[in-house]
């Protein structure tokens, strides 16, 4: 039997499943040891740092990752950074594969005046910061207004305005971080403005999501009946499935009956961000109504964008509009690539199954005799991994640590904590 070594660099969702892919690729003429490289000491990426924390259910694909984990021929090399630990040539030397898997973790610019003021910044930001990632926790989020606007019109955005603008106690039993919870309980903020540049048809919103807002039990949420009755107009009959869902659920929230809540999440629709001004810190956003030379401002303390995500370009990987340049998961010489790394911030979590299953397919068909040549191991002269057994000790110290809370877990924050966690 030939055994293949492959290098997965990345411990999100599209890295496991690339794993999982391989595994399954196992026969009696070829099997796989794969390793598993990830820079901060926590695997699972978004499911972890991402998926808004009031939303578990999302997070239980975490037990799917678990179980790939482990599973003969895997192991997992976290907090190891590609750049500094290694570099991506030591990789392909050593390995018949290299998947890179990192996905796109840097907030797109709306590129519009004002936009680097101080109240002013990505979800790509602020979403790490309430979900404890450790490179975000010392992040200064400006609560003290009585509006936020949050600018886009996807699943992110939404997630955003709606941890603006739930009632904070309603986090209490969920696993966000300490710090973002006492922060949001002080906030002043009790309006929240989500902006979309098109028109409700063209929202990238999940109907699934939608019909969740109006569960809210102390946030007013508002669609104007008449935006949604346009956009279905507009969408014409010849509506495609999920644009129909997705204004079935729009009219719902459109045609319910007003509420008095203290807090408030308003849609806006057709409306073009084009300054955002202030006097050394965040005041007002201008916009221009979509298709003419009206404009109105919005007053406003807090402003963050979720407008997409562009992948942090690695060394001896090559990139052009935020992704890595690939042919179908193929970079190059025995480089492949999956998920956001590779086909730009679009889909569910589930969507990276499939197109991991495709590219691991693709790599498979090209792999010809086994190099053995050596590991990660060979290379990282630190004695700070965090293997799949460390990881194992933090997660079930985090978990235990919120059973007495009534939460999932209490996440560790910084590094140091989580690696005192591990026993390292």
């Known amino acids: 039997m030939k055994n293949f070594k492959v290098a997965i660099v990345g411990a999100g969702p599209a890295g496991y499943f690339a794993a999982q892919a391989l595994q399954n690729l196992t026969s009696d003429e070829i099997s796989f040891s794969i390793d598993m490289i990830e820079r901060l000491p ?34 997992l090399f976290a907090n190891v950074e590609l750049g500094s630990d290694l570099t991506i040539e030591q990789l392909k030397e050593r ?13 797109k610019k709306l590129g519009i005046p004002g936009e680097d003021l101080p109240g002013s910044m990505s979800a790509a930001t602020f979403v790490p910061w309430y979900n404890s990632h450790p490179d975000f926790a010392d992040e200064s989020i400006n609560l003290t207004s009585q509006t936020a606007v949050v600018i886009g019109a996807g699943n992110v955005a939404m997630d955003v305005a709606r941890m603006l603008a739930l009632e904070p106690t309603e986090l209490d039993p969920t696993d966000t971080a300490e710090h973002a919870i006492e922060e949001l309980k002080q906030s002043a903020i009790r309006n929240v403005v989500i902006s979309a540049r098109r028109g409700p048809e063209h929202a990238a919103f999940t109907s699934p999501e939608l019909r969740e807002l109006p569960k809210l039990e102390h946030t007013n949420v508002v669609m104007h009946p ?3 009755a ?13 644009t129909k869902s997705n ?3 729009m009219t719902l929230i459109a045609e319910r009956k007003a509420t008095s809540h203290d807090r408030t999440m308003t849609f806006q629709f057709l409306a073009t961000p084009i300054e955002i001004k202030g006097n050394g810190k965040v005041e007002e956003v201008v916009f221009q109504k979509t298709g003419s030379d009206e404009r109105f401002g919005i007053e406003c303390g807090l402003v963050i964008t979720a407008i997409g995500y562009e992948a942090a370009p690695l060394e001896g990987i090559p990139y052009a509009n935020g992704k890595v340049i690939n042919e179908d998961g193929y970079v190059n010489e025995n480089l492949y690539v999956v998920g956001w790394a590779k086909r730009g911030p679009s889909g569910v979590i589930g969507t990276n199954k499939s197109d991991a299953a495709d590219v691991m397919k693709l790599l498979v068909s090209k792999l010809n005799e086994p190099k053995n ?3 990660v191991t060979e290379i990282i002269a630190h004695n700070k991994i965090v293997t799949q057994m460390h990881w194992e000790q ?7 640590a919120g059973e007495p809370l009534g939460k999932p877990r209490k996440k560790a924050v910084s590094r140091q904590e989580l690696l005192n966690l591990g026993g390292l």
């Open 247 to 249: 204004l079935d659920a």
């Open 373 to 375: 040549s050596g590991d």
């Open 95 to 107: 390995y018949d594969a290299v998947v890179i898997a990192t996905g796109s973790a840097i907030g």
């Open 394 to 400: 933090i997660n079930a110290a985090e978990v235990a």
């Open 230 to 242: 346009v956009a279905i107009v507009r969408a014409g009959s010849e509506i495609e499935k999920d």
């Open 226 to 228: 008449e935006d949604i």
């Open 42 to 75: 926590t695997p699972w990426g978004l499911v972890r740092s991402g998926v808004a924390p009031d939303h578990p259910k999302i997070k239980t694909v975490s037990k799917v990752f678990e179980k790939i984990a482990t599973a003969p021929g895997f192991r």
